[in-house]
């Protein structure tokens, strides 16, 4: 029994991010379902980096998948909306599943992320943007150490 509804519970997930990729005109390939799984079927906000989540995939998985892959899957659905790219430095890169606004702490001793709500965090001057630009969003990524 418990098999039974272990295995309705995947299918019905399953059809969920099939959909979801779906309304971004993403086509649900094998990969992209696995790794959309391993992303959106957790209870909290999960941050990774392409090479961790690769690790991740492949060390628990029965297929393997390669690093392109991974990259080029992370990357479509940073551009669909799924997840948003939380820049650290220069050549780091860390994604974020919770896409609504909010705020980091990025420790640069564990190289973890941490959410940091919205409203917890007040700016009292915003410069003005470029003539014919306007500010889409504002995050803050706030940088600890020991």
Do not use: C, W
Not at 9 to 18: F, G
Not at 29 to 56: G, P
Not at 88 to 103: A, G, L, P, Q, V
């Amino acid at each position: 029994m418990i098999d039974l509804t272990k295995k309705l519970k995947y299918m019905v997930q399953k059809k969920e991010i099939i959909k979801k990729l779906r309304s971004t005109g993403l086509r649900p390939t094998k990969q992209r379902i696995l790794i959309a799984q391993n992303l959106f079927d957790r209870e909290k906000t999960f941050h990774f980096t392409v090479e961790s989540l690769n690790k991740q995939i492949n060390k628990k998985g029965k297929e393997k998948i390669s690093l392109a892959t991974v990259y080029n899957t992370v990357e479509a659905f940073t551009k669909a909306g799924h997840i948003k790219e939380i820049l650290t430095s220069k050549s780091k890169s860390y994604f974020d599943t919770n896409i609504r606004s909010h705020h980091h702490f990025y420790d640069e001793d564990s190289k973890e992320l941490t959410d940091i709500n919205y409203n917890q965090v007040k700016l009292s001057k915003v410069p003005h943007p470029p003539k014919g630009k306007k500010i889409k969003n504002l995050e803050v990524v706030i940088r600890l150490q020991k």
